[in-house]
């Protein structure tokens, strides 16, 4: 299923959200909350695809980032894979057609908000657009 790209990100996100578990933005928030999945656009966003040599298409390239609360050790880890599987879950329920890279480290971030572990996955779609 081809989405505009001026969509894209919100559709995503939406095929991302499990409510009652986490919180899902389509954008980077103000304030980096616990247990929230957040869509952003990657370092090469946006990259023109011409294979058919007639037509250009994008290819959109994002980041889905997990924050889980920094409690413990072994309570962080075991928060941050449920959230890894969930996404890989709730990504192969969707009718994106997307290719999908590997999960960073889980790091700590100290934001305003507290302590959080992250991690993040990119995740590439081809697009439309318009």
């Known amino acids: 299923m081809a989405v505009a790209v001026t969509t894209l990100r919100t559709t995503l996100a939406t095929a991302l959200a499990n409510a009652g578990v986490w919180s899902t933005f389509s954008f980077p928030p103000p304030v980096i909350l616990a247990n929230s999945v957040i869509v952003v656009p990657a370092d090469m966003y946006l990259e023109p695809q011409n294979n058919s040599r007639s037509t250009i298409n994008c290819m959109a390239h994002f980041k889905i980032l997990c924050v889980v609360p920094y409690l413990d050790n072994q309570g962080n880890l075991s928060n941050i894979e449920e959230f890894m599987v969930s996404v890989f879950t709730l990504l192969a329920a969707s009718s994106l057609v997307y290719n999908i890279g590997s999960f960073s480290g889980p790091t700590m971030l100290d ?4 302590q959080m572990l992250t991690t993040e ?3 590439s779609i081809l697009t439309t657009w318009s």
Do not use: R, W
């Open 111 to 114: 934001a305003p908000s507290g």
């Open 121 to 123: 996955i990119t995740c």
